[in-house]
């Protein structure tokens, strides 16, 4: 007796999936011939046609052999900030190096001035801009920092501002308390004093108002040593706020075993990590966020240990790291392309850093990441002959369409 039919608000049909799913036999995760059902914004069934269900749905949409893949998600950015530093790009084409502008002053703290400036409205339309690129590209999840304010009132502004863009825009926002980006003027000197407003009164009124989803530390010897990372760590579990840290970006403290320790989520930059480091991630389950526009920008040298990654069996995700200083990029497809030619990715593994890694570096795995039932619905349907053309490509977007929550 034929099952009875599963309703469904929408059906994909003719599609190539790159389901992305872990252990699936193929690479991507293929499925020539494939379906996706949706029901109220989940994936009811993601797989060959030939295995489907007997499906009822209100509207059905040939894909006309087109690629589907799982939405992207940009699990590092800065997005919400005020100003941009392009004259310092000029004074670094003049020699001066990412960390003397930082030490004297510039960097990421004339970003703050200009953020503190910036009214909610001016950071809301100068982020959707650069958000509305990430969407082009086939963006459906994307994580936003503060770190721009480095004082309470403005570092709330950037939460709230991130929280705002998440409610208006068909796109899932996920914010990053990081307080702890660059010590303050105020606190020249004093940076174990602003480790106290951070773990005291601004992580109080960042939980008192759910504005953050997560707690992120700048370790690193122009920013927070390992002792000050372990308070604001240890603050923000303590509140109930899952960690990240930038470690290991331009020298290792031993940041990313440090995260490790703490459970963290992900652990990102790491260009100057280490055996040991990747051993503690791999012994915590701490995604490896891999940022290859700061390396490039930066003009660095020293590249993330990719081979040691892979041989502990530490998840690889990317990440745009979209800020105005060390990565203003707001491409994902080029990501890709620099994460395969910079430093040596398979195509595969890059798609894989984009969504099924990405999602668990936000601690959402289990929401989305792959096509599979039970998942959100959220896709990108591409012109592409094979996955491989996401990476190879450079400077071109071959989106068809982004399907966001099954709509
Ligand atoms: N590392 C980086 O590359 C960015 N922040 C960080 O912790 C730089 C941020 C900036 O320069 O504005
Ligand atoms: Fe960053």
Request: charged share 20%.
């Amino acid at each position: 007796m034929a099952a009875e039919p599963s309703h469904c608000d929408r059906i994909w049909v003719n599609a190539r999936l790159a389901t992305m799913a872990p252990g699936a036999g193929q690479p991507y995760g293929a499925v020539e011939d494939g379906v996706v059902a949706a029901r109220d914004g989940r994936i009811v069934f993601a797989g060959p046609r030939s295995e489907a269900p007997t499906l009822d749905a209100r509207e059905t949409v040939d894909c006309g052999g087109r690629w589907i893949t799982p939405g992207l998600i940009d699990c590092h950015t800065h997005l919400v900030y005020g100003g941009d530093r392009a004259h310092e790009f000029e004074l670094r084409l003049q020699g001066a190096s990412y960390e003397e502008i930082a030490r004297a002053g510039g960097g990421i703290l004339s970003t703050v001035k200009a953020t503190r400036a910036a009214s909610e409205a001016e950071l809301f339309a100068s982020a959707d801009r650069r958000l509305g690129a990430l969407i082009a590209e086939g963006v459906t999840t994307v994580e936003i920092k503060s770190g721009y304010g480095l004082e309470q009132q403005a570092e709330l502004k950037q939460l709230a501002v991130a929280r705002q863009l998440g409610r208006e825009r068909p796109v899932t926002v996920r914010t990053t308390f990081l307080a702890a980006h660059a010590v303050p003027p105020e606190f020249t000197g004093r940076s174990g004093d602003y480790v106290d407003q951070i773990t005291g009164p601004m992580l109080d009124a960042v939980t008192a108002q759910d504005l953050a989803d997560a707690v992120d530390v700048f370790c690193e010897g122009i920013a927070f040593s390992p002792e000050e990372t372990a308070r604001v760590f240890t603050a923000a579990r303590a509140k109930g706020l899952p960690v990240k840290i930038h470690a290991e970006q331009l020298s290792n403290l031993g940041g990313a075993a440090l995260a490790a320790e703490h459970g963290a989520l992900s652990a990102d930059h790491l260009e100057y990590l280490d055996e040991a480091g990747v051993i503690a991630m791999a012994r915590s389950g701490t995604v490896a966020v891999i940022l290859p526009g700061a390396f490039y920008f930066l003009r660095e040298t020293q590249k993330p240990p990719i081979d040691l990654l892979r041989k502990h069996g530490v998840a690889i995700a990317l990440a745009t790291d979209a800020n105005p200083g060390s990565s203003p990029l707001t491409s994902p497809l080029l990501v890709l392309n620099m994460a395969c030619t910079l430093f040596r990715l398979t195509p595969e593994e890059a798609l894989a850093g984009l969504t099924r890694h990405a999602a668990k570096a936000l601690g959402l795995q289990d929401e989305i990441g792959t096509l599979e039932a039970g998942k959100r619905c959220d896709l990108a349907i591409w012109e592409i002959e094979r996955p491989a053309e996401l990476a190879y490509r450079i400077g071109f977007n071959p989106l068809h369409s982004r399907i966001w929550n099954g709509q």
